[in-house]
């Protein structure tokens, strides 16, 4: 039987506390995606409205309330206060979306306002600050704002952030400006997030990384120059801990020669390797990048697993271009967008390789599984 047609975006859903927020995807992107994408961020996901679309055995474990009936569309709960509804068509029920062609499916996003100052003016690399020229979000409203912006860049998807509760069907259709509350397009660039990181319970000894990441790119090196230390400067010992100590000068020098014993232990005893770097020069790209050290904080959907109930070791796949700050403007100039481009494919490519050699799983620089075949 064919799935019935989606229904259009509907001109009111939040109420004035509320704020509203409208994602669209383009049509090759399956609804238990945004299902996978939300668990993969928030821990209360779950349905209380399935929608047309989901079936019994591929849903991706968020629990399930009723089925969704006819044209009725689904709803998605994020948070206690954070629901989102959909699928809808990407046209409104007499408005005009604006977002750029190729939306197949739109989901309106309600949360709890919550707005702190203005953002800094020097904007930033999602154009979040464009978006929320009058006042920031904050807290939770903050995290629903970054993960959709986060879900737009993975899917290939727009935003349409802040709408307000009621659209003004008098304005100029495909304006991204329209009228005071009616929100500002956002098309998060997928080229802008491209480091990785590889989640394993292998340890690569730093040997066995620089052979395999060698093949991948003959200049890399490992990274594990320390500077020496020659101990504290003489004389510290009767000079105050911080401004305003009043400390006895006997009991200084106690706490100071304590602490000089504990350094000569941990400098004269067997050294433990609890992390290290590699690195790749590329000239006028920049430096990728190859940090190895444990990890205890992983991503969601790793948790729990049995292979990463201690933590486990953790694979950081960077990039620093020469340039930090055009790095970070929403719209960098081409030159540094052709440096990404090239520092994107190596990214990839070591990154594809560690997982290889030490298995475990990949996570793109927003903390969403990869495939390794996608890479």
């Known amino acids: ?24 995807v383009p049509g090759d992107v399956e609804l238990d995606e945004i299902e996978v994408l939300a668990l993969s961020r928030f821990s209360a996901t779950r349905w209380d409205v399935v929608p047309v679309g989901i079936f019994p055995g591929n849903v991706a474990g968020a629990p399930q309330g009723r089925r969704a009936q006819g044209r009725e569309p689904g709803v998605l709960r994020v948070s206690r206060h954070a629901v989102m509804n959909g699928p809808y068509l990407p046209s409104g029920d007499g408005f005009d979306l604006g977002v750029p062609p190729g939306a197949a499916m739109a989901f309106d996003i309600v949360c709890h306002r919550e707005r702190g100052e203005p953002p800094f003016p020097a904007g930033d690399r999602d154009g979040i600050g464009r978006a929320f020229a009058a006042g920031m979000p904050e807290r939770e409203e903050r995290r629903i704002v970054e993960w959709l912006v986060a879900v737009a860049r993975r899917l290939g998807g727009s935003l349409r952030l802040d709408v307000g509760g009621i659209w003004d069907a008098t304005a100029a259709p495909g304006s991204p400006t329209a009228k005071p509350g009616a929100g ?23 040997q066995a990384a620089h052979t395999i990441l060698q093949k991948v790119h003959p200049r890399a090196r490992l990274h594990m120059d320390g500077k020496e230390w020659g101990g504290p400067p003489d004389g510290i010992a009767d000079k105050p801990l911080y401004r305003g100590e009043t400390l006895d000068p006997e009991l200084r020098k106690k706490i100071h020669a304590a602490a000089d014993d504990y350094d000569i232990k941990a400098l004269t005893g067997p050294r433990v390797l609890d992390g290290y770097g590699l690195v790749v020069e590329l000239g006028v790209d920049g430096i990728v990048s190859v940090e190895i050290s444990g990890e205890e904080k992983l991503p969601r959907l790793l948790r729990g697993l049995p292979w990463a109930e201690q933590g486990a070791v953790r694979y950081w796949v960077h990039w620093e271009p020469q340039d930090l700050v055009e790095s970070q403007r929403e719209f960098p100039a081409m030159e540094l967008r052709i440096a990404r481009k090239r520092a994107a494919e190596l990214v990839a490519r070591l990154a594809s390789t560690i997982q290889g050699a030490a298995g475990g799983e990949i996570a793109d620089e927003d903390g969403f599984l990869v495939d390794p075949a996608d890479l």
């Open 1 to 24: 039987m064919a799935a019935p047609q989606l229904p259009l975006l509907p001109r009111t859903v939040a109420q004035a506390h509320q704020a509203r927020h409208v994602l669209t």
């Open 184 to 206: 500002v397009v956002l098309t998060p660039d997928a080229g802008a997030a491209i480091d990785m990181t590889v989640y394993s319970d292998v340890w690569l000894d730093p």
